[in-house]
C-alpha cells in the first residue's frame, strides 16, 4: 500500500503544533488541554480532554493537507480510551448512590471525539474508532490505509492518550497526554508533488527460535499509541525520510517506509 | 489556503459469510434465538443484576454466570471475555475458524470485533475492591482493562495472528465490523476475517443510561404509543467472512453504508437524516432498490426519539413499505452488539422465511410515519437489511443476501 501524508498536526506536552516538534522537550513542560476554535466556547467546558486533543490536532492536519473538516472521513483511535472517564464512572459506580452525571456518561463512549469532530464540523461522513491495545498506533495507520487504498478517498487518522489518574494507574501506568493526526490520501494523482509517501507492506511477523511471536521492546508502553507513532510524524514535520515497524496481531505486522521528494 | 473538497466514494465491498452463531437473553446458539422469535418469547427478565437496584428490565444471558474460560486465558477473565468464549463455542464457529485456519495459515486472518462496554464491568470490580486504595493482585490485567480486550482475548482464543482490532462507536460497533472486513478482504491483506460483537451488562451501562433517563421500567415497548425507554442487554454474536468470491456460501454481505449524523452526541438528527443516508448508501453499495429488501431489522430501540426519526428515515427511503420490525423486546438493547444480533436475525429471515414481528408493540404511535411490523409475517426475499445506530450520531446500515 502505498499514500501520501498530505497534513500532519499535534499536541502534546511543550508541542502546541507541528513546528515545535524539533525543539527539545524540557523536564518542566506541561501538557494543557488545548482549547481548539473548531468547538463553540459554550460546548468546551462539557468537551472531554480526548475530544479536546483530537479535534485541535485533526483541525490543524486539515489545514496543513487543505482539507476541509466538513468533508473528510476520519479514523480515532487510542489505546486506553479517556482515562479520566474511566476512572470517574468507575469511582462513582464503586460508591453507595452510583450516580452518574450525564453528560460524562455520554461522553464515555470511546467514539465521544469522532463525534464531537464530526458535530463541531458539520462533517456527515463515516467517522470510526478503532482500538488495539499495544497495536493500537499500528491497526489505526493500518486500518486508515487500507481506506485510503481501497476507496480512494482521502482519510484523517487522529490518535489520542490521556493521562491515567487514579487506581487505573496501578494497572497501566501514569501514561502521557498527547494527540496526533495525519490527513493519508491515495497517490498519485490528487496529491501535492512535495507531501511525503508512505509505503506499507503487511507482512508474517517473525517468530523467536521456540516458535512464540517475537516480543516487543521492554521500554514500550502499550498504554501510549501515540508514543509509537511519534517518530513518524516528526519525520513528516522535518521532511525526512524514516522508516519503521509497527505490530498487528501476534503474526502480523506492518513495516512502513517514509520517503521524501525534493 | 484553499480548501480542496473531499467527495468520499462509496464503493461496494462485499464479502461470503461463511458461519455466524449469537448467545443472547433468547438463549444460546441460532436455533434459540430464532425459537424465541417464532414463538414471541421474550428473554427478558426484571433487573437482578448483582449490586444495582435499578427497577428496570434487563436481557441477561444466563449461559454466561456459570461459564469460565480454559486455564490458558484465566488471566483474560471478564464477565465479557466469558461471554464471547461461549458464543464462540456454539453453531460449530470455532470449528468454522479451524478449516479456514489450515487453509489460510494463522498470520493471514484477521479479527475485528465490536464492543461499547469491552471489560469495564471487570475494571468497575477492581474499583469495588481496592486494597489500601491499590488494585487487587487478581485484577492486575492490564489486556482486560481497555477497550480491546475482546479483540484481544478473541485473537487468542481462536489462535489467529493477523491484524486485530477492536471498534467502539457505541451502539453501532458490531455493524461497523462487516464494512470493515470487507474493505480488508477486497484490498486482499487478509483472506479472511473473524467479525462480531460483545458487549456485557455492567454498572456503567445501567446506571449510565438511568442518567439520561432513557431505560424503562417495564418491558420496553418499541414504536408503541406508549414507549419510554430501553432495556439493557448483553450479548456476544459472531461471523466468519471470507471473499465474495469464494464458492460454497449461500449468504453474503451485499452492501453496507456508514454515515454521522453530525447533530448531537446523544440525541439523533430529529429528521433521522444520518439512519435515512446510511440505508440508502447500504442499497446503492448493494445496487439494490427498495423494493428489493424483504425485511429491515430495525435499531428500535423504544426510546421516544429513535423511534420516531428512525421511522421517518424509513420513510423517506423506503416509499412503498416493506416488512420492518425491532426485535429489542426480545433481546433488550444490547449496544455494542446490536449490529451482530441484528445481522445474525436478519440472516435468520434469509434462511427461514420467518419474519419477526415487534413484540410489545399494541398501539403503534400515530405520529410515527412508517407502518412498523406488528405481527409476524414471512418472506421470500433474497434481501435484507439491518440498521444500527449510536451514540455521536454514528449510523452503520447493513444488507444481506443469497448469493447469486
Known amino acids: 500500500m502505498r499514500v501520501a501524508i498530505t497534513g500532519a498536526g499535534a499536541w502534546a506536552a511543550g508541542v502546541s503544533c507541528l513546528t515545535e516538534m524539533a525543539r527539545p522537550q524540557e523536564a518542566g513542560d506541561q501538557v494543557a488541554i488545548p482549547r481548539p476554535s473548531a468547538i463553540p466556547p459554550r ?9 479536546r486533543l483530537g479535534v485541535e490536532a485533526a483541525s490543524q492536519a486539515c489545514a496543513a493537507a487543505g482539507q476541509d473538516p466538513a468533508g473528510i472521513r476520519s479514523v480515532f483511535a487510542s489505546a486506553l480510551g479517556d482515562s479520566d472517564i474511566t476512572d470517574y464512572m468507575c469511582r462513582t459506580l464503586a460508591g453507595s448512590d452510583k450516580l452518574l452525571s450525564p453528560t460524562r ?3 464515555s463512549v470511546h467514539n465521544a471525539a469522532a463525534g464531537c469532530w464530526s458535530i463541531a464540523c458539520k462533517n ?7 482500538a488495539a491495545f499495544e497495536h493500537t498506533a499500528g491497526m489505526a495507520l493500518f486500518e486508515s490505509m487500507v481506506m485510503v487504498t481501497s476507496d480512494l478517498a482521502p482519510t484523517l487518522l487522529v490518535v489520542t492518550d490521556v493521562a491515567v489518574p487514579g487506581a487505573l494507574a496501578d494497572i497501566h501506568g501514569a501514561g502521557t497526554t498527547a494527540a496526533l493526526a495525519l ?11 512535495v507531501a511525503p509517501l508512505l509505503s506499507c507492506e503487511l507482512e508474517a511477523r517473525p517468530k523467536s527460535k521456540d516458535g512464540t511471536p517475537a516480543s516487543a521492546p521492554s521500554s514500550f508502553d502499550p498504554a501510549q499509541a501515540t508514543a509509537e507513532l511519534w517518530p513518524l510524524i516528526k519525520a513528516v514535520a522535518e521532511a525526512t525520510p524514516w522508516s519503521g515497524t509497527f505490530q498487528l496481531g501476534t503474526e502480523s505486522q506492518l513495516v512502513a517506509r517514509l520517503s521524501t521528494i525534493h | ?18 458461519a455466524w452463531t449469537q448467545a443472547s437473553a433468547c438463549g444460546s446458539g441460532r436455533a434459540q434465538l430464532h425459537e424465541a422469535l417464532q414463538n414471541g418469547c421474550s428473554g427478558l427478565r426484571q433487573n437482578d443484576y448483582p449490586d444495582s437496584q435499578l427497577d428496570t428490565w434487563i436481557g441477561r444471558v444466563e449461559d454466561a454466570d456459570s461459564h469460565r474460560l480454559a486455564e490458558p ?11 464471547a468464549d461461549l458464543a464462540l463455542g456454539l453453531d460449530g464457529f470455532d470449528d468454522a475458524v479451524i478449516a479456514v485456519r489450515e487453509q489460510f495459515g494463522t498470520h493471514r486472518i484477521g479479527v475485528i470485533l465490536g464492543t461499547s462496554t469491552a471489560s469495564i464491568g471487570r475494571t468497575e470490580s477492581a474499583y469495588a475492591s481496592l486494597e489500601d486504595g491499590k488494585v487487587a493482585p487478581i485484577f492486575q490485567q492490564p489486556q482486560v482493562h481497555n477497550p480491546h480486550s475482546v479483540g484481544h482475548f478473541v485473537a487468542r482464543r481462536l489462535g489467529l495472528g493477523g491484524p486485530t482490532m477492536t471498534i467502539s462507536t457505541a451502539c453501532s460497533s458490531s455493524g461497523k465490523v462487516f464494512g470493515a472486513a470487507a474493505r480488508w478482504l477486497d484490498a486482499g491483506v487478509v483472506d479472511a476475517v473473524v467479525v462480531g460483537g460483545v458487549d456485557s451488562l455492567c454498572l456503567s451501562i445501567l446506571h449510565g443510561f438511568a442518567s439520561l433517563e432513557l431505560v424503562s421500567t417495564r418491558q420496553c415497548r418499541p414504536f408503541d404509543t406508549e414507549r419510554d425507554g430501553i432495556n439493557i442487554g448483553e450479548a456476544a454474536g459472531f461471523a466468519l467472512l471470507l471473499p465474495e468470491a469464494s464458492e460454497g456460501y449461500e449468504y453474503q454481505l451485499a452492501g453496507s453504508g456508514e454515515t454521522s449524523d453530525a447533530w448531537h452526541m446523544a440525541q439523533p438528527h430529529p429528521e433521522g437524516r444520518g439512519a435515512r443516508d446510511a440505508m440508502q448508501r447500504a442499497l446503492d453499495t448493494a445496487g439494490l432498490l427498495p423494493v428489493d429488501i424483504g425485511y429491515v431489522n430495525l435499531h428500535g430501540t423504544a426510546t421516544p426519539a429513535n423511534d420516531v426519526t428512525e421511522a421517518r428515515a424509513l420513510a423517506d427511503v423506503f416509499t412503498s413499505p416493506v416488512p420492518a420490525s425491532s426485535t429489542k423486546a426480545w433481546t433488550g438493547h444490547t449496544l455494542g452488539a446490536a449490529g451482530i444480533i441484528g445481522a445474525v436475525t436478519a440472516l435468520d429471515v434469509l434462511a427461514t422465511g420467518h419474519v419477526p414481528g415487534t413484540l410489545n408493540l399494541q398501539n403503534p404511535d400515530p405520529d410515527l410515519v412508517y407502518p412498523v411490523q406488528q405481527g409476524s409475517t414471512t418472506t421470500q426475499s433474497d434481501h435484507v437489511m439491518c440498521n444500527s445506530l449510536g451514540f455521536g450520531g454514528n449510523n452503520c446500515s447493513l444488507v444481506f443476501g443469497r448469493k447469486g
Request: no cysteine.
Open chain 1, 183 to 193: 490527513v493519508i490520501e491515495s497517490t498519485p494523482e490528487s496529491t501535492q508533488d
Open chain 1, 124 to 130: 456527515t461522513s463515516p467517522n470510526t474508532f478503532v
Open chain 2, 73 to 83: 486465558f484465566a488471566s483474560l477473565d471478564s464477565r465479557n471475555n466469558r461471554l
Open chain 1, 105 to 107: 456518561f455520554h461522553n
Open chain 2, 1 to 18: 489556503m484553499q480548501n480542496r473538497s473531499t467527495t468520499a466514494t462509496h464503493r461496494a465491498h462485499r464479502a461470503s459469510v461463511a
Open chain 1, 43 to 51: 460546548e468546551l467546558r462539557r468537551s472531554p480532554a480526548a475530544s
